[in-house]
């Protein structure tokens, strides 16, 4: 089992800036890479970006492409999302998860934690 546990949620204005956590414990040698998705009312959940934990290959959605940065910290078994020039179209549950293998979609994720909201005022 692998336990996520996200943090640095909150309000914030849009153009401004957040940065999530994603503390990862238990059997993190399974996990091979890291997604970030987030899942706004009324739609589906999406894939935000990722990070392998060997290589630091990095990948992002077109939407946040920029904006965003995904990093990791491995003697810490953390993982960040670095969000700036935040929009309201970025106001969603931000969910972090553990991948046996670099994907964007979400069913290749083993394992998620419980969800950080972002809501961000315009």
């Known amino acids: 089992q692998v336990q996520l546990v996200e943090s640095g949620g909150g309000l914030v204005q849009a153009g401004g800036s957040l940065r999530l956590s994603c503390a990862a414990s238990g059997r993190t040698f399974r996990s091979y890479g890291m997604g970030w998705f987030r899942q706004a009312p009324g739609k589906e959940r999406e894939f935000v970006a990722s990070?392998?934990?060997?290589?630091?290959?990095?990948r992002y959605a077109d939407s946040v492409k920029g904006r965003f940065t995904i990093s990791k910290y491995n003697a810490k078994n953390t993982v960040y999302l670095q969000m700036n020039s935040l929009t309201s179209d970025d106001t969603a549950v931000y969910y972090c998860?553990?991948?046996?293998?670099?994907?964007?979609?979400?069913?290749?994720?083993?394992?998620w934690g419980q969800g950080t909201q972002v809501t961000v005022s315009s």
């Open positions: 998860a553990s991948s046996s293998w670099s994907s964007s979609k979400p069913t290749d994720y083993d394992y």
């Open positions: 990070i392998t934990w060997n290589t630091g290959v990095t």
